[in-house]
């Protein structure tokens, strides 16, 4: 089987994305305000319910789900759904490494170091590499913000609070999605 160095592919894959950067320098001003509005509106509709949500379910600190649908919402519903998809695994994988780390060891720096560490290397040896950054993030979270109370409640209910706020990403996105497909003069 010929395979290339990753090298090559990484090269290639960085030409991709100048190109793409580019088309999207290219746009009319008037697309890209157009592009942003809409964004905005999504992120704000989504960290709102998230945060809402998360209040009214009464979660130690609602704001994760907020957070959470900033970081996964994105233009259209395909990429929010990836980008959500990567969030849940990486948020899964790293809440049960630090429940684990924190069980079995005792909790300091270097334990913390050595867990985010083998959280990132899970990912990438599971496949998820892109989940790699955000199960990093989830056991910073639990291992290093004060917290009162087992780590594992702590781990579960950020992964509930995270779980919040990309059910809202993917809601509002949804249903920009379907009143794109309404507005006059869009084909997709």
């Not at 704000?44 to 979660?59: D, K, P, Q």
């Not at 985010?116 to 040896?125: D, E, G």
């Amino acid at each position: 089987m010929n395979q290339r160095p990753i090298r090559e592919l990484r090269r290639e894959l960085g030409l991709f994305q100048q190109q793409l950067q580019e088309v999207y320098r290219q746009l009319p001003w008037s697309h890209r305000l157009l592009n942003g509005l809409s964004l905005a509106v999504q992120s704000l509709a989504a960290a709102s319910l998230g945060y809402g949500l998360g209040l009214l379910l009464h979660t130690q600190q609602a704001f994760w789900g907020a957070l959470t649908a900033i970081a996964v919402t994105q233009q259209n519903y395909l990429d929010t759904r990836k980008s959500s998809r990567d969030q849940v695994l990486g948020a899964a994988t790293g809440a049960a490494i630090a429940m684990i780390a924190s069980y079995l060891v005792q909790d300091n720096y270097l334990v913390y170091a050595i867990t985010m560490a083998i959280s990132v290397v899970l990912c990438w040896c599971f496949n998820i590499g892109n989940a790699g950054r955000l199960s990093a993030t989830t056991v910073t979270i639990v291992m290093l913000v004060p917290h009162t109370g087992p780590f594992w409640t702590i781990a579960l209910t950020r992964l509930g609070e995270v779980t919040i706020g990309i059910g809202s990403a993917l809601l509002v996105t949804g249903i920009a999605h379907q009143l794109e497909k309404l507005w006059p003069g869009e084909n997709s």
